[in-house]
């Protein structure tokens, strides 16, 4: 899908190695430099968008970096991405050490001047540790984790409902997002897709393992200033005025 003409095409952060932006972002006086937190189906990546697209940031997203690695062939991969996939298709988390080389791999998108918004890093307190220094090492801050929040019962219904196109990756629910015609692609026609681990009691794991596992995460950046917890109840449109919203206040 080719890039929006106002948005950067991120080549930089999606192939790493050498690549270059065709279509870098717009230099910014106080760029901007956001993380994002939040359990499976909040609705993060939603945000992101819309933050990237109202202020003119990267959306750098750890999972759009390995649905475009799978595209490559393994000789346009490094080898710390082709160690990221192997886990990946083994049903595995990647580990620490790998998910943070993958970072230092893009580390210049980290300290673009137009700014970002990450996606899906860190994950643990030891990423959140090894992100830190390696933004100081570059003369760089982020200036808020946005942390979104919903109930776990609300979590995993939102999982549960979701449908997933294989072919252009769109996204649709059944009960707040459905497609135009049932169980198809409103954009390629192709047939949706419930992935396994958004089934009720897959999706429950998910959910309970991630509300465990970031607690100490939370915690840091907490300590560090700089966390803007958000109710992610409502529609898109709603949660993304709170994080405008919030995001002001934290300037003044």
């Known amino acids: ?5 106002d948005l950067p095409d ?13 279509f870098a972002p717009n230099v910014q006086l106080y760029p901007r430099r956001l993380g994002l937190l939040g359990a499976p189906g909040v609705g993060k990546g939603t945000q992101a ?3 990237s697209s109202r202020l003119g940031v990267c959306h750098l997203a750890t999972g759009e970096l390995f649905r475009a690695a799978k595209k490559n ?3 346009d991969r490094t080898p710390t991405m082709i160690m990221a996939l192997e886990h990946l298709r083994a049903g595995a988390l990647v580990p620490d050490e790998i998910a943070q080389n993958l970072i230092v791999e893009r580390s210049r998108c980290l300290r673009c001047k137009g700014g970002f918004v990450l996606d899906g890093f860190p994950r643990s307190a030891a990423q959140a540790v090894a992100l830190d220094k390696l933004l ?12 979104y929040e919903l109930p776990v019962e609300t979590l995993i219904a939102r999982l549960n409902g979701r449908r997933h196109c294989p072919a ?12 135009k015609r049932s169980e198809y692609c409103d954009f390629c026609n192709t047939g949706l897709v419930q992935r396994e681990t958004e089934r009720p009691e897959d999706a429950r794991v998910r959910v309970l393992e991630y509300e465990l596992n970031t607690i100490p995460l939370v915690d840091f950046y907490r300590m560090k200033n700089v966390l ?3 109710n992610a109840e409502g529609s898109p449109e709603e949660v993304f005025e709170r ?3 919030a995001l002001q206040n934290q300037q003044r």
């Open 1 to 5: 899908m080719a890039a929006k003409p």
């Open 10 to 22: 991120r080549a930089a952060w999606l192939q790493g190695g050498e690549a270059h932006c065709d």
């Open 49 to 51: 968008r819309l933050l």
């Open 73 to 75: 062939s393994e000789c």
């Open 136 to 147: 100081t090492a570059q003369d760089v801050r982020l200036d808020a984790i946005l942390h």
């Open 168 to 179: 252009c990756q769109a996204v649709f629910h059944v009960v707040t997002r459905p497609p």
């Open 228 to 230: 803007i917890s958000i």
């Open 243 to 245: 994080t405008l919203a």
